[in-house]
């Protein structure tokens, strides 16, 4: 596979030559324990795992000062798991899920709530008209601070289309955090994939989520 270095390099200038601030988040999910530690030692900072299974089996290998953000659908039965590990949880997409985060947290957790901008049936998410009415609901779970939206954008070669998605979450992140909930600054949107990140960066993404991209894909990694 190619170093990781000079392709993060490169992506962090092009993102930068756009947009000044946006932290990267390699999405270290189909790469194994060696490949997450070239990243580290690349100088990443954020990391991103979708599956409880491997978070926890890169923390047991990994002691490093970086950040972790669980960013896929999180099971109710999972959360006392992964909730007291994680810097950030980029899923927050149900009721149900914040009731289980308010029981099992420790500590307040930075949380993304999720929305379904696109309206795909095969994705999780809030619908933009229900994401305000949501988030005011959490005023009373003192475990999760609302740092932000996040949403994938639909699996599409019109970049018109995905640009929409992006400009439609950022005018909802704003207008949230216009509110000024003390439990909500909403200042965040985590937006942007491998092939969408240039788009969801000049749409005003603060975190873009590259797995493929940036540490690549190993089959044989199984977590
Ligand atoms: C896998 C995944 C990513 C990264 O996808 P790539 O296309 O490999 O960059 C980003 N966000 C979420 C929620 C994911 O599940």
Redesign the pocket.
């Given at each position: 596979m190619e170093a990781i270095k000079p392709i993060y390099e490169e992506i962090e200038n092009e993102i930068n030559s756009l947009q000044h601030g946006v932290k990267i988040i390699a999405?270290t999910?189909q790469v194994g324990i060696a490949r997450t530690q070239e990243a580290i030692e690349a100088g990443i900072r954020h990391l991103?795992e979708?599956r409880p299974e491997g978070l926890l089996n890169k923390l047991s290998a990994i002691d490093a000062n970086v950040e972790w953000h669980y960013?896929?659908n999180l099971q109710s039965r999972k959360v006392k798991d992964v909730i007291n590990k994680i810097d950030y949880l980029?899923s927050l997409d149900r009721m149900s899920l914040a009731k289980e985060i308010q029981k099992r947290a420790e500590q307040p957790v930075k949380c993304f709530v999720q929305v379904n901008v696109s309206r795909e049936e095969t994705k999780s998410g809030f619908a933009p008209e229900e994401t305000l009415d949501f988030i005011k609901s959490l005023e009373a779970f003192d475990k999760i601070q609302v740092v932000g939206l996040m949403t994938?954008a639909p699996n599409t070669d019109n970049d018109s289309v995905i640009r929409d998605v992006f400009k439609t979450l950022k005018s909802l992140q704003l207008r949230i955090a216009a509110e000024q909930l003390p439990h909500a600054p909403c200042n965040e949107c985590s937006m942007g994939?491998?092939?969408d990140y240039r788009i969801a960066v000049q749409e005003g993404a603060t975190f873009v989520?590259?797995?493929?991209?940036l540490v690549g894909a190993e089959s044989e990694a199984s977590e």
């Open positions: 999405v999910k991103g979708n960013i896929g980029h994938m994939m491998s092939n989520r590259i797995g493929t991209a």
